[in-house]
């Protein structure tokens, strides 16, 4: 028994000897952090927004619009060519348009209608016209001269019909002023039609023709002021701009952290010159827009720009959205660790020890992130598995990572302090540091993608706005990606620089009245 009682006593003593050296050799906490480098704060966050969005015009839908607003009736009258010979004269034209035809062309539109329709010659031949029938037939013969002196005094109705088409040509442009000159040029073309009255004959074709001509210029002259005072492409564009001058929710950006709102401010209108096919015209409008992140919504003021801006053609409707979004280094933290706690490397658990994570933060430090790992190291060589809590602190570049849409670090090395007290743990300490810093350099990384998913939604939502259908109006607005392209920091923001790609476009098929 007292032997026992003395072995005992010196397993004890060899214990408490073996803790004391383990105390002594086992590197000490020091409890200070590396000086960490200055960052400036990060400037507002605004980013330049551009979208462009075709405007399709159905033809159907400008052809009916011409043909509620083009008369289906011309008429007039004609001075009397017989003067004294024919009293109590009436000599007038009608006609009918019938429905108009619409084509385009790169070069404008073209509309054509068929145009039938009389000219009726009415009237008292008079006395003077039986000498002229003398005269008449002294000069051509007797029978002629015959049928006008026969025809004296009698009441003349004649008749002769008109058949014929107008071509009008237009040419839309857009002006500076916000109004649309469709450029009309119009011609009239009739077949050839006569009409004998008391023996003489009338060219109804080439009589008429002036008249109608100028029937139809003073139409087309109304038409063409008409669509150029229409302030309807304007009042369109107030109405949109009015849209987009105004705050849009984002929603956190972690767990317990206040809602974001994205502030839009338009501050450009641009459009190129409209596209005319075989379907539609095609008018290409865009405007570009300032866009930032803030905690709290917001009225901004957004004049609108009293000249549209004419650029060359802009092509297809396409939405480039720069969204930046504003992370505390609160919430980098909490994913952080949640990458990293609990983690044992080696993760295969070869080696004679095990360095565990216990906690993980990240520090700004100049163009550097400072990495602060607490730790448990375990010594797994002995049975007894010695083992103590230390603060690693560890240097890396922060790096996005396109392709995953990740944060990492780069060029990481452990702090000298800390690589000094590693290494007294021993050779096996030192010989698992270049694993330990591999190991990090997979492992310490942040997923940005959750905050990436989050802005997308919250715009998609926000474009919902924007789709909203009137009568005879499509309007589509689609996302199609949104990518991380930048990051910036200081000391206590992180912030992610994202690029929102889409498509926008509207149709038109029908047009106000």
Not at 55 to 79: F, N, Q, Y
Request: proline letters at 7%; charged letters at 20%; glycine letters at 8%.
């Amino acid at each position: 028994m007292r032997k026992l009682a003395l072995a005992v006593l010196v397993v004890l003593a060899a214990f408490g000897a073996a803790l004391l050296a383990l105390d002594w050799l086992w590197p000490r906490e020091t409890g200070k952090q590396p000086a960490l480098a200055a960052v400036p704060p990060l400037p507002p966050a605004t980013r330049t927004s551009r979208m462009v969005t075709p405007v399709a015009v159905a033809l159907p839908a400008i052809r009916d619009a011409l043909e509620a607003a083009a008369p289906r009736d011309l008429s007039g009258k004609r001075d009397n060519p017989l003067g004294e010979l024919l009293k109590n004269a009436e000599l007038g034209w009608s006609v009918a348009r019938g429905p108009l035809a619409l084509a385009g062309r790169p070069e404008g539109l073209i509309v054509t209608a068929p145009l039938n329709g009389s000219f009726r010659a009415t009237g008292q031949l008079a006395t003077q016209a039986g000498n002229v029938g003398g005269a008449i037939a002294g000069l051509l013969g007797s029978d002629i001269g015959r049928s006008v002196q026969g025809l004296t005094g009698r009441v003349l109705d004649q008749r002769a019909d008109i058949r014929g088409q107008v071509v009008m040509q237009a040419r839309p442009a857009i002006l500076p002023q916000w109004r649309i000159e469709p450029n009309l040029a119009g011609q009239v073309s009739l077949a050839e039609a006569n009409l004998a009255v008391a023996g003489i004959r009338l060219n109804v074709g080439k009589d008429v023709k002036p008249l109608l001509d100028r029937a139809v210029h003073e139409q087309m002259s109304m038409l063409q002021a008409r669509v150029r005072n229409d302030p309807v492409l304007e009042a369109t564009a107030r109405r949109e701009w009015a849209k987009m001058c105004r705050s849009f929710p984002l929603g956190a950006a972690g767990s317990g952290l206040p809602d974001l709102w994205l502030e839009m401010r338009p501050t450009r209108a641009f459009a190129s010159q409209p596209r005319i096919d075989a379907q539609a015209v095609t008018l290409v409008l865009g405007v570009e827009a300032e866009t930032r992140v803030g905690p709290a919504e917001t009225r901004p003021q957004c004049p609108f720009p009293a000249a549209l801006e004419l650029v060359p053609p802009a092509g297809d409707g396409r939405l480039d959205i720069g969204v930046p979004i504003d992370v505390p280094f609160s919430e980098v933290n909490r994913l952080i660790e949640l990458q990293l706690k609990g983690r044992t490397f080696p993760e295969d658990g070869s080696g004679s020890i095990a360095v565990t994570v216990v906690r993980a933060t990240l520090a700004p430090s100049g163009d550097r992130l400072l990495l602060s790992l607490r730790v448990n190291v375990r010594e797994k060589a002995s049975w007894f598995g010695f083992g103590s809590e230390a603060t690693l602190h560890v240097w890396g570049r922060p790096e996005l990572d396109d392709a995953r849409q990740i944060l990492r670090l780069v060029d990481m090395a452990l702090d000298v302090e800390s690589e000094a007290a590693f290494g007294l743990m021993g050779a096996a300490a030192r010989a698992a540091l270049p694993y330990l810093q591999d190991a990090l350099a997979e492992r310490a990384t942040v997923d940005l993608k959750p905050f990436a998913e989050d802005a997308r939604k919250s715009i998609a939502a926000a474009l919902a706005g924007f789709r909203e259908n009137a009568a005879g109006v499509r309007v589509d607005a689609a996302i199609d990606d949104l990518r991380l392209v930048a990051i910036a920091y200081d000391a206590k923001i992180l912030r992610l620089i994202t690029t929102v790609t889409g498509s926008a476009r509207v149709a038109v098929t029908a047009l106000p009245r």
